[in-house]
Structures are given as structure tokens and as C-alpha cells.
């Protein structure tokens, strides 16, 4: 997502100005969870191989979520993926970047 989406200025300029951004790796969620975090639980509870993007209000509930295989069909030429899903028709850029800002216009309205 990094290569394609993430990439995109105006969803960073989104993401930037209505989120507050965080990298959980899913080893340190487990581990954080284990040792009874109750945030890092959600996380790693609700997390899908091989990157899941989660948008939660300030109070923690979970609004929607979005993973980079499920929800973005194909695979950037950039990105290392599993055979079978270097096979899957790739959506042009365009569409993972409107897609992605509409569900964010539709889930967080301004």
C-alpha cells in the first residue's frame, strides 16, 4: 500500500489532517496484548495477513477496517506477495485512491 495508495498526496493530506496515524507491527500488538493492554488486544484480534488498516474513533471503537489483499485487489509491481495473489487483476492506483478516500469521507464526515 505503501507504493500505490499511501503514496497518493491527497491521501496523505487526509490522513494527515483528520487521523492520528500509528505502525503497529502484529508480534508487538501480541505481545502488548498478552501483558494485558487492552488496545493492543483489538489489534491483534482484528488483524488480517498481510497488512489490515483500522480507523477507530477517539474512544476506541473500531469504525471500519481495511486489508491490503481484501480490499485492494491485485498487487502493486512493487510489492512482494504470495503467487496466488500476484495473479489477481490489478485495479489501477486511481481506484484504490478514490475508493479509500470515499469510505473515509463516509465513515468520518466533516
Avoid at 489490515?52 to 476506541?60: A, I, N, R, S
Avoid at 489483499?69 to 495473489?85: L, S, T
Avoid at 492506483?93 to 465513515?107: M, N, T, V
Amino acid at each position: 500500500m505503501r507504493a500505490g495508495l499511501l503514496s497518493d498526496p491527497e491521501v496523505i493530506r487526509q490522513l494527515n489532517r483528520r487521523f492520528v496515524c500509528t505502525t503497529v507491527l502484529i508480534d508487538d500488538a501480541r505481545k502488548a496484548a498478552a501483558a494485558g493492554d487492552p488496545l493492543a488486544k483489538r489489534f491483534a484480534d482484528e488483524w488480517k495477513y498481510p497488512l489490515q488498516m483500522m480507523f477507530l474513533k477517539p474512544d476506541g471503537t473500531l469504525v471500519f477496517k481495511l486489508n491490503s489483499f481484501k480490499d485492494f485487489p491485485g498487487v502493486h509491481p512493487d510489492v512482494a506477495a504470495p503467487p496466488e495473489k500476484q495473479r489477481v487483476e490489478r485495479a489501477t492506483d486511481r481506484e484504490h485512491i478514490e475508493g479509500f478516500l470515499k469510505r473515509i469521507a463516509e465513515s468520518f464526515p466533516e
